[in-house]
Structures are given as structure tokens and as C-alpha cells.
């Protein structure tokens, strides 16, 4: 793994604004970065990132299974007790999944490390599928990257086909915030691979959901929506005014409500309860263990629920060395081992790999400055090398 200057396309924001790419500079500040990029060999992506994240999620899904019958499981997760019927009811149904996203720590030697996954609402799903694709084609045309450079990226592909088959007649909705470029972008993004799959959508912001009288979800004109998309997580949703109304609705979601498990930092203790030694696994407990007194070198303090980095902090034994504020915490902390991103040319990459049904498809680098990867952290490519 190594990460080399490429230089940008002159012309690249205005490739940006073709490709639909609205996002690529967000208040100002810019997210996009194709002056350098990340070169990864076969190896490594097949053996430390592809072929661990199928492993990883395969663990993911087993424990989803005993989580759902298990209340002392979902009550540590801090899943509120009136969600729990429609937890397991999503789950016994069968309800498909989309995609998500494995957070790693990598920087080319030694195991991935797991640090978190993004199972409910990831975002940075479009410019890894279409953008930086586009990226790869126009360089190797150009000659800027090697003949025969490559990219673990079949997003859009699976995404188009997983959207075909798990789709049922009737309208599917793909809602976010409006005011928010990347949210919306990724909604709009996957109502476009819904419109190749064949599928009859609508985009819509948040605010426009409503609910009939017969139960189903609607937006602004009432017809009921068979499956909706929503990129708005689930502890948020519950909590709404129609959240009681999720259970029974016809409505089916994307993500299901049995994702609930997975997208909370909760999920990292239970994984090493039950694969402890695992390659790709960092020891990890919920703060109210005894046997976070094991950790007694450097660790992260994490939030069961938070985004975009927020309210994490790192310690060494009693010293605080970085942390980011936010809005999360009141539901508890897990700690986990220490497994500092890898410094490259003083930047830290934080390595995404994407599942879309069941299995990897694609790659994703979100940069930073810090250890800690926030909101601000930058979009930058990848390839494979050649040979």
C-alpha cells in the first residue's frame, strides 16, 4: 500500500458537475482530493481487505441472529424495548439488506483491523461507485496511471443488481434531508441505480414522509410506499412521531430494522466476546465491564451511537491524547484496543470496504490529518497496481 502524487485533471470539477458530483466541495472546504492517490497490490486487497470483510460480516450475521433472541443482547445495544418486536420481526421475515460499510485500520502490514461498520446509513457510496471509477477510465486514457492499473470497485454494478432482485412491485421511495448535499446525493444516487433495476421510485426529502390511514408510509401525494430507503438512522426513527408505527406498517425498509445490531459500536465487544483472538477483531468491552482493566495500554473510548467520528476519544492509560466532540454518549461507551490509522506523507487513511448484499464489492479512502477520521476527513481514489 502506498500512496503516491498523481496530480489532478485539470478539468476535474467540471467532470464533476457532468457526472452529477454536486457534493465534491461541501461549505467551502473541499472533500474530493485526486492529487495523490492509494496503490494497493492484488494481494492485499484480496487476502487483507476483500476476503476479511466477507469473514467479518458472515460473524456479523450470526451474531444478528442470536441478538434477535436474545433481550439481554439488545438491551446492552440499548435498543429501546418498543423497537424489539420489529427487530426480530424484520429479521424472521427475511428483510434484505442493501449495503453497508467495514471501517479498517490498514496500512499494508499486518491484519485490517476492524473499527467499526457502518451497517444502517453509510454515506460516500456515490463517489466511490460512479466518481472515482470515472477517475480510474479517464486516467489510464490519459496516461496518468499505469496501464493496467485496476480498482476493487464493482458498487454500482451490484448495487443495480441487488436493487433488481430484492425490490418488490410497487413505489420505492429514497428519502433524505434536503439540506444536507451528501445525504441527498447518496439517496439520489441509489433511486438512479433503482431506476435501471426497473423499479418505479421517487426521491423525497425527509420531511415529506407521511403515513395512511391502511398503514403503509406515503409521501406528499399518498401513494404508499412498498419499500422505502432512508438515510436516517434508526435510534432516530424509533423515537419519532410514527416510530411506533414502523412494526406493523406494509411498508418494508432499506435498511431493515434488523440492522439496528450491527450499526452500533456495541456490536465490536460482542463480535470479540465471541471470536476473541481474531485477526481482524480489536479487544473490545462495554465500559461497564471489569475486563476493560485488560486494556490497559492505549485505547479509544467510543459512543454506542455516533457518527462521523464524533464524541470518540483515544487515552493512553490515563492521558487523553485526542478526542472530537459531539452530540453522542447518553447511551453508554464501549472501549476498544488501540489500532492507530497509518501515517502516510503525515496523513491517515481510513480504509472502507463495501458489502452490498452479502458480499464485498468495492473499496473506499477517507484521509485526514488527525487519528480520529470526522466530517471533514477527504474522499481520495484508489487503484491496483499492475503486475
Known sequence: MRRIPIGERPDWRARAQEAGFTFHTIDGAPYWDESHAYAFTLREIEDDIEGPAGDLHALCLDFAAAAVADERILASLRIPESAWDAVRESWHRGDPS??????????????AKLLEYNADTPT?????????????????????LPPG????????????????????????????EAAAPEDIGTAAYLQDCAVQAGCATILLDLAQIGLRADGAFCG?????LATLFKLYPWEWAFRDAFGAAIGA??????EPPWKMVLSNKGLLAHLWARAPGHPNLLPCFFE???????????????????????????FSGDLRIA???GPYGAEGFVRQALAELPAFDGRRPLVGAWMVGDAPAGLCIRESEGPITGDGALFVPHLIEPG
Open 249 to 254: 406498517a406494509s411498508t418494508r425498509f432499506l
Open 220 to 224: 406528499p401525494d399518498e401513494r404508499p
Open 288 to 314: 461497564d465491564d471489569p475486563a476493560c482493566a485488560g486494556l490497559a495500554g492505549d485505547y479509544v473510548r467510543k459512543p454506542l451511537l455516533s457518527r462521523e467520528g464524533a464524541n470518540i476519544e483515544m
Open 149 to 176: 492499473s485496476d480498482q476493487f470497485n464493482a458498487v454500482h454494478e451490484r448495487l443495480i443488481d441487488r436493487l433488481r432482485r430484492l425490490a418488490p412491485a410497487g413505489l420505492t421511495g429514497f428519502a433524505a
Open 98 to 111: 442493501l449495503y453497508g460499510r467495514l471501517d479498517f485500520s490498514y496500512g499494508g502490514t499486518g491484519p
Open 124 to 144: 460516500a457510496l456515490y463517489e466511490t461507485a460512479v466518481f472515482q471509477w470515472l477517475w480510474l477510465e479517464e486516467g489510464l486514457r490519459d496516461g496518468r
Open 323 to 325: 478526542g472530537a466532540e
